[in-house]
T-cell receptor, first 111, second 113 residues
């Protein structure tokens, strides 16, 4: 059974608006979380991370929120740009360097 | 920038063949990983290695083996390819500690016919 779930396979938003990508996990031992972005024909690239000692981490247009009680994290992109169109994976870890990945959400930002 | 290079972008192999997927990283990373990516299932860990000649099973090791004879090279071996091993295979490397995340290669799309 998947320990990290991204229940929305796709999301479409208008350029300039907010994109919110969601991720749920089941293992309460997870204490470190990452988001990756993947363009077609390329490997995933690291986007942003958050440790369980925080509930928010921000990097430019990207903010990740962590709700430990709900075992939920989300990635906010504000404002969304057409170049943000990609597949986004969340990943979680409880052990050194072993991450579990979600199934991905394909974001389409329309001009 | 760290570069992770996978030797083939596309491969087509026949059922029963022995298949080698090669991965090379150029930043002296201790840790290397092999994942497969399938629709609806995300990335699943096959094998990983913390050091030369060391390997650990991931979540789906059946039908696969690995080799790490040199620090920069991590090979995935399909002993006898089957059609259910048709997938996108991604290699990744990482320095010690979780905070850096992984650097991924571009992937190898393997089709077994």
């Amino acid at each position: 059974d998947q320990q990290v779930k991204q229940n929305s396979p796709s999301l479409s938003v208008q350029e300039g608006r907010i994109s919110i990508l969601n991720c749920d996990y089941t293992n309460s031992m997870f204490d470190y979380f990452l988001w990756y972005k993947k363009y077609p024909a390329e490997g995933p690239t690291f986007l942003i991370s958050i440790s369980s000692i925080k509930d928010k981490n921000e990097d430019g247009r990207f903010t990740v929120f962590l709700n430990k009680s709900a075992k939920h994290l989300s990635l906010h992109i504000v404002p969304s740009q057409p170049g943000d169109s990609a597949v986004y994976f969340c990943a979680a870890s409880a052990d050194f360097n072993k991450f579990y990945f979600g199934s991905g959400t394909k974001l389409n930002v329309k001009p | 920038d760290v570069k992770v290079t996978q030797s083939s972008r596309y491969l087509v192999k026949r059922t029963g063949e022995k298949v080698f997927l090669e991965c090379v990283q150029d930043m002296d990373h201790e840790n290397m990983f092999w994942y497969r990516q399938d629709p609806g299932l995300g990335l699943r860990l096959i094998y990983f290695s913390y050091d030369v000649k060391m390997k650990e099973k991931g979540d789906i090791p059946e039908g696969y083996s690995v080799s790490r004879e040199k620090k920069e090279r991590f090979s995935l071996i399909l002993e006898s390819a089957s059609t259910n091993q048709t997938s996108m295979y991604l290699c990744a490397s990482a320095a010690g500690g979780r905070y850096d995340g992984y650097t991924f290669g571009s992937g190898t799309r393997l089709t077994v016919v």
